[in-house]
């Protein structure tokens, strides 16, 4: 089945406690991204990577690390996990089609709380 | 600064009845302008999308109507039902990165 996996899909953690979230797709897509959803702002693109080894920041980088050493994943590190980066997360992947990029297809989430 | 705004907030409509959320943007590089479905404890689905070189696109139920001077876009789900009750995110993209900006939302119910 096509599909992108997270995990983990619950977290609780404490502010300064590293974590990665990790992301995976098993459809051979060259596009990733990481979204974070809070209420009445819609998503949010954290970072994304348009292949291996590149990544670029999205509209809300701070505070996240990301890397892309496999085509099929991409893990999100928050280095020193902060209350404000509380949010439910979500991977997301898409194929490129030329010069364009095609449907990007979501993962189940993680919701992430920092205490 | 959000740049693509989505009205309203949360809709409640009867079964049978029509659903209309509506977004405005103002980048006019955007070319590509999907909505998502997500249900409860679920990622966004891609549900329609539309580009700017039609006015109007039609998927069963779902329809997304595209006003280009006005900047504006919307969908419309005729003959509503309770199995569309979901939050509906419209958004828009530009260039190769097919990077989404996201409107912040609309939860939908449709009563029985």
């Known amino acids: 089945e096509a599909q992108v996996t997270q995990n983990p899909r619950y977290l609780i953690t404490v502010t300064g406690k590293k974590l990665t979230v990790t992301c995976s797709q098993n459809?051979?897509?060259?596009?990733m991204s990481w979204y974070r959803q809070d209420p009445g702002l819609g998503l949010r693109q954290i970072y994304y990577s348009m292949n291996v080894e590149v990544t670029d920041k999205g509209d809300v980088p701070e505070g996240y690390k990301v890397s892309r050493k496999e085509k099929r994943n991409f893990p999100l590190i928050l280095e020193s996990p902060s209350p404000n980066q509380t949010s439910l997360y979500f991977c997301?992947?898409?194929?490129?089609?030329?010069?364009?990029?095609?449907?990007?297809?979501f993962g189940p989430g993680t919701r992430l709380t920092v205490l | 600064q959000q740049q693509v705004k989505q009205s309203p907030q949360s809709l409640i409509v009867q079964k049978g009845g029509i659903s209309i959320i509506n977004c405005a943007y103002e980048n006019t590089a955007f070319d590509y302008f999907p909505w998502y479905q997500q249900f409860p404890g679920k990622g966004p689905a891609l549900l329609i999308a539309?580009?700017?070189?039609?006015s109007e696109k039609k998927e069963g139920r779902f329809t997304i109507s595209f006003n280009k001077s006005a900047k504006q876009f919307s969908l419309h789900i005729m003959d509503s039902q309770p199995g569309d009750s979901a939050t509906y995110f419209c958004a828009a993209s530009s260039g190769s990165a097919r990077q989404l900006t996201f409107g912040s939302g609309t939860q939908l119910t449709v009563l029985p």
């Open positions: 539309i580009r700017p070189d039609v």
């Open positions: 997301a992947s898409s194929s490129r089609a030329g010069l364009t990029y095609n449907e990007q297809f």
């Open positions: 459809m051979n897509h060259e596009y």
